[in-house]
């Protein structure tokens, strides 16, 4: 064994194999993968060995789809097959919800550049004949679907690794990790020390224990899972000899199954209701390559409609059941990158669909230790997504929610009740008991959607339509554009950037000039590569001392980056408030005689302006505030320690009376955002789009100072943005866009290279032979072939968020369309396709509420 590594991986299952192929492949030749028994020594071995591109997340879908197309280039490298079968395969609906969120799925499809098919439940039969058709309304067909060998793959990985020259070692459990003072880790193992610039904890099953080495608890938990084989059946061998091939994978939502031929007969495996976690809080060491036991009681309501669903399958005997544990995130994605807080130690953990997504994460993860970015946008899968309130009990509750609900629908409207409420504000019980707020998890703090009135129930009606709060967040909008309204908004970040480095350091990471003491900027925050990774509003607070508001998904996203750049001198303190700092909003034309009513300064507009930002006494507490509305309007934010917020709530009550005053919820908040064309970080604006493409152009000065992605932004301007977000108004019936909806337009078989390639700078791109061609002419011309027409009309973009605006009464959406469209405000000219019915849309250039600002600034 070597004693010195670029970098160590810890696990030699489907993933850390796939992590060590990647970064060799890169470049990092020098790097070393140690694993304590032998390969696929946890949970890889046994796995089912199903793959598929589908996944809710279009981002995470994009690095599936990459994991399949691997495989054919890493069988030539190594030499060893993977015994791939792409069979293709339908996820079966059973009732029309079902149908809608297969229609959403496929129409996503689309400018994803998959090739999947509405079809009926009869020409599901004729693929699976196991199947009884009446039981469903409708299918979904994708042709990337299948299975292979897990343990031939595994070893695949492994041996193109070891052409590429990096190192294997087995039998030798890593048993310590410790860092030291120039950054370099010490990589205890059983056969001696390795020194390595990088760690990456691949430990599938015992992640867990590999972080608790460095002092981190990751969110992850081991289910049971099962899965059971059928002895060969006559029905699967009379198929296979009338077609000559083999019978498709099937999905089923009711059953939470899945199924597919394996020999002459079938593998059916279930996420059941009554699942058990394995191992919760500490992960045996001595477990390797058994099985657990077998209990068909757990399964039995599953199977029950699974017999229902596919009466061929329940005469077969059963031959084997297989239940091996493997793990899970609270959200059933991976944890991939960089731990916030160490250095150079990488995470690729809870994989749960290692032979799906192994491969993506492998490229995203050695692109991002190569190159200091992934080359995706890995958001859906980013370790830094979970905060610290995501612990042990947590995880295990919000693991289970997902494994029982595995292929559920989620409605665009549904909030998942397991580990909640997990923080709330003092006001929770005054918004949930007296004011009968609906509540909605916000990186787990408990934040008012709506408010249900007298004589209705607070709860949703979960829908892909319009459903029981659309009259209620009306009604909040209207009151608070007529008048004033109050919210909470305790769940955005709030930082503190201080010390005589402060001002230059935020100068060096966000593209807007820094604000004079007592003044506001909102500015975008870019990488190297000049993407959005962050729009901040920024307040300068005093000398040296500056407030920053951001996403609060991001904050430890954002902490990880800040720390990445923080000078050594110790000019720069950073504090992250979370739930330390809380906060109100009041917005609507009276907010300002309301907020007269609660301070002792003069808050006119001459004394306290749009932007400023203020120290004062509000109702009596000490807070900041910031004349600033994310709604548009007259507003202001109010900034407090959590002890006086209901203090200042209740004044805000009792004094705005008077004024008639209402309560608003987020959905009313993002109904108003709408009809101004504002942005949202993760939705809009995210690291896949540029500055000027996100239509962020004046909060980007370029002349300033040499910030971080300042050449990158400069060529996006000086090259012109291949495309640009806007805002659409569209004539929606009775649904709204949800997001990733593909936009239509009529352009005469025009191409623009646009669909196909949506997620910009890295998406994957293949040619015949297997071969990366990202951003190659190649990658354009096989986006123009994959492009979707439809005679007069081509899917030209895709919808990022959008919903109703209830002021201006219009639904509304924001996406991106090439640039060369984007002032295009004609009728006729695009569609947007809602669950699969294209309603045309017309794109607002000007944001259809108050289009010059003059209330916001009045
Ligand atoms: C019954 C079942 C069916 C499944 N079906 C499918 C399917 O159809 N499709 C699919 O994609 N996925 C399926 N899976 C999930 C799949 O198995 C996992 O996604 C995958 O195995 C995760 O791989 P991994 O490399 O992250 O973890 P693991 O396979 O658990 O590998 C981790 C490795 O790290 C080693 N290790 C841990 N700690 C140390 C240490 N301190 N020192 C050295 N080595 C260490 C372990 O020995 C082990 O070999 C299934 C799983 C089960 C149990």
Redesign the pocket.
């Known amino acids: 064994m070597k004693s010195h590594a670029k970098a160590v991986v810890?696990?030699?299952?489907?993933?850390?194999c796939s992590v060590l192929y990647h970064l060799a492949k890169a470049g990092w030749t020098d790097v070393m993968l140690?694993?304590?028994?032998e390969?696929?020594?946890?949970?890889?071995w046994?796995?089912?060995?199903?793959?598929h591109t589908l996944n809710g997340d279009p981002n995470v879908a994009k690095l599936q789809a990459y994991t399949v197309q691997l495989y054919k280039e890493l069988e030539e490298i190594s030499g060893q097959s993977c015994s791939l079968h792409l069979t293709g395969g339908v996820m079966l609906a059973d009732t029309p919800e079902r149908m809608d969120f297969l229609r959403l799925a496929h129409a996503k499809g689309r400018y994803l550049s998959m090739d999947t098919e509405l079809i009926t439940p009869s020409e599901a039969k004729a693929m699976f004949p196991l199947m009884d058709e009446t039981n469903f309304v409708g299918a979904m067909w994708d042709p990337v679907e299948g299975?292979l060998d897990?343990s031939g793959t595994t070893h695949a990985y492994a041996k193109a690794a070891k052409t590429l020259g990096a190192e294997i070692v087995l039998r030798?459990?890593?048993?310590e990790l410790a860092q030291e003072a120039d950054g370099t880790w010490n990589v205890v193992t059983k056969n001696g020390t390795v020194k390595a610039e990088h760690v990456v904890n691949?430990?599938?099953?015992?992640a867990r224990?590999?972080g608790r080495m460095v002092g981190v608890e990751l969110p992850l938990l081991a289910m049971e899972?099962?899965?059971l084989l059928t002895e060969p059946m006559p029905e699967v061998e009379e198929f296979n000899a009338r077609t000559g091939r083999e019978m498709v994978g099937v999905l089923d939502f009711k059953g939470e199954i899945y199924t597919r031929q394996e020999r002459n007969g079938v593998l059916l495996?279930t996420y059941e209701k009554a699942c058990k976690p394995w191992s919760p809080v500490n992960t045996p060491w001595d477990f390797g390559h058994e099985l657990l036991q077998p209990d068909l009681d757990r399964i039995a309501p599953s199977l029950e409609i699974g017999f229902k669903h596919f009466p061929g399958i329940e005469k077969a005997g059963i031959k084997q059941i297989?239940?091996?544990?493997?793990t899970f995130a609270p959200d059933g994605n991976p944890l991939v990158g960089p731990v916030q807080g160490l250095t150079n130690f990488w995470c690729a953990?809870a994989?749960?669909?290692?032979?799906?997504q192994?491969g993506g994460v492998g490229l995203a993860l050695s692109n991002w230790m190569v190159n200091g970015d992934p080359g995706f946008d890995v958001w859906g899968m980013d370790v830094a997504r979970f905060g610290e309130w995501a612990s042990l009990r947590y995880t295990n509750a919000k693991v289970r929610e997902n494994y029982s609900r595995r292929f559920s629908i989620r409605f665009p409207n549904e909030e998942l009740p397991a580990a909640r409420p997990a923080q709330t504000t003092p006001l929770y019980d005054v918004m949930v008991r007296d004011n009968k707020a609906v509540m909605g998890d916000s990186w787990g703090l408990e934040t008012p959607l709506w408010f249900a009135p007298k004589g209705t129930e607070a709860k949703d009606v979960v829908s892909f339509h319009r459903s029981n709060d659309f009259e209620h967040i009306g009604a909040e909008v209207r009151a608070t554009r007529e008048r004033v309204g109050v919210t909470e908004i305790a769940n955005f970040a709030k930082y503190e950037v201080a010390g005589t480095g402060a001002e230059e350091f935020l100068n060096r990471l966000m593209t807007n000039r820094m604000p004079k003491t007592g003044r506001i900027v909102l500015t975008p925050m870019l990488n190297e590569f000049g993407k959005l990774i962050g729009d901040f509003t920024i307040a300068k607070a005093d000398d040296d001392r500056f407030m920053v508001w951001g996403s609060s998904a991001a904050q430890k996203y954002h902490m990880r980056w800040f720390e990445k750049h923080l000078p050594n001198d110790r000019s720069v303190r950073i504090i992250r408030f979370d739930q330390t700092l809380v906060g109100l909003s009041i917005a609507g034309p009276r907010s300002r005689d309301l907020l007269q009513k609660l301070v002792d300064v003069d808050v006119s507009n001459a004394a306290f302006k749009f932007m400023d930002f203020r120290e004062m006494a509000v109702a009596g507490a000490p807070c900041m505030v910031n004349r600033i509305s994310y709604t548009g309007d007259l507003g202001y934010e109010i900034w407090m320690e959590p002890a006086y917020q209901r203090l200042v709530y209740e004044a805000i009550k009792r004094e705005g009376a008077e004024f008639g005053i209402v309560d608003f919820g987020m959905r009313a908040l993002l109904s108003m955002r709408l009809e101004k064309n504002f942005p949202t970080w993760f939705r809009e604006l995210r690291p896949i789009y540029g500055p000027f493409e996100g239509a962020m152009d004046r909060f980007i000065k370029l002349e300033k100072n040499d910030f971080i992605g300042r050449e990158a932004a400069a060529k996006e301007q000086a090259d012109g943005s291949k495309l640009r977000r806007v805002s659409f108004t569209v004539d929606a019936l009775d649904a709204d866009v949800t997001g990733d909806e593909p936009i239509w337009a009529k352009v005469n078989g025009q191409d623009f290279g646009t669909v196909g390639e949506p997620h910009g700078y890295g998406a994957p791109r293949f040619d015949a032979d297997g071969k990366d061609v990202r951003g190659s002419q190649a990658a354009t011309d096989a986006s123009a072939v994959r492009g979707i027409h439809d005679g007069e009309w081509s899917v030209v973009g895709w919808v990022t968020s959008g919903g109703y605006a209830h002021f201006v009464e219009k639904s509304m959406a924001q996406g991106y369309v090439p640039a060369a469209l984007s002032e295009d405000a004609s009728d006729g000219m695009f569609e947007i396709e809602i669950l699969g019915h294209r309603r045309p849309a017309r794109i607002a250039v000007e944001p259809p509420f108050d289009p010059l600002g003059e209330k916001m600034r009045g």
């Open positions: 810890i696990g030699g299952g489907v993933v850390g140690i694993e304590r028994s390969l696929t020594s946890g949970s890889s046994h796995a089912a060995g199903g793959f299975h897990p030798n459990p890593v048993i691949c430990g599938g099953l015992w224990e590999v899972h099962m899965y495996g297989i239940n091996g544990p493997f953990c994989v749960m669909a290692g032979f799906s192994g």
